[in-house]
T-cell receptor
Framework: GAVVSQHPSRVICKSGTSVKIECRSLDFQATTMFWYRQFPKQSLMLMATSNEGSKATYEQGVEKDKFLINHASLTLSTLTVTSAHPEDSSFYIC?????????????FGPGTRLTVL | EDQVTQSPEALRLQEGESSSLNCSYTVSGLRGLFWYRQDPGKGPEFLFTLYSAGEEKEKERLKATLTKKESFLHITAPKPEDSATYLCAVQPIPFYNTDKLIFGTGTRLQVFP
């Protein structure tokens, strides 16, 4: 089956620093990748849609300059949280769509736990 | 506005006690409805996709059904390893984003031996 990986799985940083999270599709090419955020006991909230070779599309209320997304290849998307603050602490999950599937099933990564001190 | 509501929020079952989880949705047009399982600290794991009212899918102890306004995830004779949060998501017929998923808040299932 399609596998999506994320790195790192956990990161702790000081307030004001930037953190980069990688999302890779390991055995397929992803036309589109998505970035979600999940707070404790809440559901997944879509932050942005990332298409290879073009600018990301952000959901309403998500700051583009704070959450930088780069989708440089068909297997890699990165999310950089710039000048992170404690309120950015959350579980960040990416998903990828496999090219060629009729209904564009999303395969999810294992998530990255970000803690900002 | 497109919306997904799951109930109950939490469910405690004895091993072998069958039950159902509900997912009610409001969308202008439904492209697909998805069920995922999420274990603590992990990403969602795909279970089922349903596309049209009347459709049913089964996998081991799980069976998903779909009507025009809701979906049910039936769990038959659950085991402790079925304990997880079950997420429902809908994919609306696209306006501008063809693949957007709208998630419900999930049902946290605990199965006791």
């Amino acid at each position: 089956g399609a596998v999506v990986s994320q790195h790192p799985s956990r990161v702790i940083c000081k307030s004001g620093t930037s953190v980069k999270i990688e999302c890779r599709s390991l055995d397929f090419q992803a036309t589109t990748m998505f970035w979600y955020r999940q707070f404790p006991k809440q559901s997944l909230m879509l932050m942005a849609t990332s298409n290879e070779g073009s600018k990301a599309t952000y959901e309403q209320g998500v700051e583009k300059d704070k959450f930088l997304i780069n989708h440089a290849s068909l297997t890699l998307s990165t999310l950089t949280v710039t000048s992170a603050h404690p309120e950015d602490s959350s579980f960040y999950i990416c998903s990828a769509i496999q090219r060629g599937l009729a209904y564009n099933e999303q395969f999810f990564g294992p998530g990255t736990r970000l803690t900002v001190l | 506005e497109d919306q997904v509501t799951q109930s109950p929020e939490a469910l405690r079952l004895q091993e072998g006690e069958s039950s159902s989880l509900n997912c009610s949705y409001t969308v202008s047009g439904l492209r697909g409805l998805f069920w995922y399982r999420q274990d603590p600290g992990k990403g969602p794991e795909f279970l089922f996709t349903l596309y049209s009212a009347g459709e049913e899918k089964e996998k081991e102890r799980l069976k998903a059904t779909l009507t025009k306004k809701e979906s049910f995830l039936h769990i038959t004779a659950p085991k402790p390893e079925d304990s997880a949060t079950y997420l429902c998501a809908v994919q609306p017929i696209p306006f501008y984003n063809t693949d957007k998923l709208i998630f419900g808040t999930g049902t946290r299932l605990q199965v006791f031996p």
